[in-house]
């Protein structure tokens, strides 16, 4: 028996990105992801100090319902990616549709993306935006590497939503959502 290992046929996606040797270009994939519309959240966590850290993240994702579990990712080269990692409970927030200025601003590197900012410390300390349309407070229980991303698992220990209408984030710009019924209503006046 011959224990020398093969290489292997399929190509490392991340190695194959990283080199250029995929057909695939960088900018219009991004543009082809961007016909997804996606909710807008601000995750949250605190330092080991306990000062609070966010930022705004459409990644979010339902994972499993039983037992309540979620996920979100993050660029390996954050700034804040020790904190996320380092904490053993992080938030998602779910923003409303008159929230673009606060995704605006935990979208951008600042000081303190919390000033003026009415929230709640957590479970971990992870802070809870008061006027968010839904939050999750979760319990960090993995991380996993792709690509140039981590993705974090969560399980949700607390949550709370509303009934204010979501912001959407489609083709680089940010929106509301209107159902079939509410455009017909909007004609027939």
């Avoid at 960088?26 to 100090?49: C, E, H, K, M, Q």
């Avoid at 605006?104 to 935006?129: Q, T």
């Avoid at 839904?134 to 981590?150: E, I, L, M, T």
Wanted: hydrophobic share 35%.
């Amino acid at each position: 028996m011959n224990d020398t290992s093969k290489p292997s046929a399929t190509p490392d996606p991340a190695k194959e990105l990283a080199s250029d040797s995929s057909p695939i270009d960088p900018r219009d994939f991004r543009n082809a992801l961007g016909t997804y519309a996606t909710g807008v959240t601000i995750i949250t966590a605190a330092d080991s100090n306990g000062r609070p850290y966010g930022l705004t993240c459409n990644s979010f994702a339902s994972v499993s319902l039983n037992p309540p579990l979620v996920l979100w990712s993050l660029l390996l080269y954050s700034s804040s990616l020790n904190v996320f990692q380092s904490a053993t409970h992080f938030a998602v927030n779910v923003l409303g549709s008159s929230q673009q200025a606060l995704a605006n601003k935990f979208a951008k590197s600042s000081e303190d993306k919390f000033a003026g900012v009415e929230w709640d410390a957590g479970l971990g300390r992870a802070p809870v935006l008061r006027e968010s349309v839904a939050n999750f407070q979760c319990r960090s229980v993995g991380r996993y590497y792709g690509g140039d991303h981590v993705i974090f698992l969560g399980a949700v220990e607390a949550y709370s939503y509303n009934t204010t209408e979501p912001l959407v984030f489609l083709r680089g710009g940010f929106g509301q959502f209107q159902t079939a019924d509410e455009r017909n209503s909007k004609d027939e006046i």
